[in-house]
């Protein structure tokens, strides 16, 4: 008999803890199908050059997607842009959707590009209630293209506003709520801008509606010692499992999801942080956590 | 949180001076002080006005110029990795400064447009096609095409053609054949396909000659496949790309290579084995 699976955060099923594919992994878990519940994968890598499709690396996801669940985690929708939202890039990333049938599709909460140039960088924006109606309603746009709900992510920051007028958190969740979206919360990136920034990374969590976290992120980042760098090149710092364990306790067994993108380890080393991940959950509630069955 | 004292900016021109300070070749401290770079100062964009530094949050541990400079200092460096990733042959031949340099150079004259960075070297073989590098390594040019026709290729659908073996015997003159879309098709003057596989096989070959080379790209059913042809082959695989009726190529090809009607056949039929003929159209 199948375990009962979690009650889903956001409506979205209960995975467990999932990884990012990566191209170094593709031919490992190709051949070895390893046991993970589900890959993140990022939906601008699939799409092809200037129109095209996605070539082989869409052949290789299309092969991975048979046999395991696959969300799409795009970097370029540039939600918090002045410019247009790009119709080009949403009906190429709505193709990429009919085509996977992801478990999901998410995103960053910042802009990434103006006047037509794309910095390709996940760019703050000012925490004000004008900036919250402006993303909302390009939300709104996007999720009526795609005919679903997204996710938008909290990112990593290095500078904020003189100008704003809300906490990054109370921001979050104006634009989640006005937007009717759902939270992926990075947790690696709460405790990268908290320590940035000099807030509580707590007081973020806590300010966070669990109701809309559908989605958590675990990464690595680099210490450069005046300021924290998000640098996905390294395992997960002891401040940030402590920081996952309580945000296990204030929104349970969400999907989380371990993202690794530069000097990427072997596979079982990657798979070892899920499994670490796995524990923690276990561990702070208390009883084993359902993940999705995968057949090995 | 308090209500701001400050008069907010509009977004668009917070933005723009984002943009510009994060994307200006001179740094972020050079760019704020005005001065003049190393690269033409034609190329440099001048300051939007009003300057938006001071919307920008100092601490006691990083100033705000410290905290834009993360992101210049990620803009370069994440958009330098994308191009020696597609072009790896020019990153090696060049060396890591003065690849940073030719890239650093191209990225003024070519910011990324494109929500994906695999576009974003759509331009790099014409542009290095107009360095001074080009005395110092000549092959260059056609080195970063060939690099380019392989990124191409290995990001093209393959195609899903039509059976050719539903063609009658009386129908193959006029029809035509489809050519797989990870097909590319390019000439170079100096022989790179050989030298750009001794570069990916990370063994530093010598410099390639100048001989013309007529080459050949597809995507088989794992990677990309680089073959040098024969002209005549060449030109055969590229007016069957542009739609000319096969028995027209066939003619055309035996005129030029003075080969036989076996050989052409054994050419053919090793292009189908291979995958580069996806598909076929039948005259109405």
């Known amino acids: 008999m199948a375990p009962r699976l979690e009650s889903p955060a956001f409506g979205l099923p209960h995975l467990g803890v999932g990884i990012g594919l990566r191209p170094r992994h593709y031919r490992d878990v190709l051949t070895t199908r390893p046991v993970v519940p589900w890959f993140e994968v990022i939906s601008e890598n699939f799409m092809g050059t200037r129109g095209g499709e996605g070539g082989r690396p869409l052949e290789i996801l299309e092969q991975v997607r048979e046999n395991y669940p696959v969300v799409l985690h795009g970097v370029s929708l540039n939600i918090g842009s002045t410019d247009p939202i790009r119709l080009d890039y949403l009906s190429r990333l709505k193709w990429l959707v009919r085509r996977i049938e992801p478990a999901w599709v998410s995103d960053h909460l910042c802009w990434t590009g103006v006047d037509g140039e794309n910095l390709h960088d996940l760019l703050p924006l000012p925490y004000s209630s004008k900036v919250v109606r402006h993303v909302a309603e390009r939300v709104a746009q996007v999720q009526d293209v795609l005919g679903r709900q997204i996710l938008l992510e909290n990112v990593s920051s290095y500078l904020t506003f003189m100008h704003s007028e809300m906490t990054e958190w109370e921001f979050l969740s104006e634009v989640a709520r006005c937007a009717d979206c759902g939270i992926l919360l990075d947790v690696n990136n709460v405790y990268v801008s908290a320590t940035n920034h000099q807030f509580d990374a707590r007081e973020y969590l806590n300010g966070v509606p669990a109701s809309r976290v559908g989605q958590l992120h675990l990464a690595g980042h680099d210490d450069g010692g005046a300021l924290l760098v998000d640098t996905h090149d390294r395992p997960v710092s002891r401040q940030v499992w402590e920081l996952y364990e309580y945000a296990i306790e204030r929104f349970g067994p969400v999907n989380t999801l371990i993202e690794w993108d530069d000097k990427l380890p072997s596979l079982p080393k990657l798979l070892e942080e899920a499994a670490r991940a796995r524990r923690i959950q276990e561990s702070v509630l208390g009883r084993a956590v359902p993940q999705r069955a995968v057949a090995g | ?284």
């Open chain 2, 1 to 284: 949180m308090d209500a701001p004292s400050l008069n907010a900016p509009s977004l668009a021109d917070l933005q723009r001076w984002l943009r510009w300070i994060i994307t200006d070749p001179r740094g972020v401290d050079a760019a704020l002080a005005g001065q003049a770079g190393e690269v033409d100062a034609g190329w440099i964009e001048s300051e939007p006005k009003p300057r938006q530094l001071g919307m920008v949050v100092a601490t006691p541990t990083a100033s705000s110029v410290a905290r834009v400079g993360i992101y210049a200092s990620g803009y370069f460096w994440r958009l330098h990795d994308a191009l020696a990733a597609d072009f790896p042959g020019v990153r090696e031949i060049l060396g890591a400064g003065r690849f940073q340099r030719l890239a650093a150079e191209y990225l003024i004259k070519h910011p990324s447009r494109s929500p994906n960075l695999a576009d974003l070297g759509f331009s790099f073989s014409r542009f290095s096609l107009d360095r001074e590098l080009r005395e110092e390594f000549p092959f260059l040019p056609d080195l970063a095409s060939l690099e380019w026709s392989i990124h191409l290729s290995l990001l093209a659908p393959r195609g899903r053609g039509s059976a050719l073996t539903s063609v009658g015997a009386g129908d193959w003159s006029s029809a035509r054949l489809r050519l797989d879309p990870t097909v590319r098709l390019l000439t170079t003057e100096w022989a790179v396909a050989s030298f750009w596989r001794r570069i990916f096989a990370k063994s530093r070959p010598a410099a390639p000659q100048r001989r013309r080379q007529w080459l050949l790209v597809y995507r088989d059913d794992v990677w990309v496949q680089v073959k040098a042809v024969t002209r005549p082959q060449w030109s055969a695989l590229l007016r069957l790309q542009q739609g000319c009726p096969l028995g027209w190529v066939c003619e055309q090809l035996a005129a030029e290579s003075r080969g036989s009607h076996l050989r052409i056949r054994e050419w053919f039929r090793r292009w189908i084995s291979s995958g580069l003929i996806s598909g076929v159209e039948l005259a109405a």
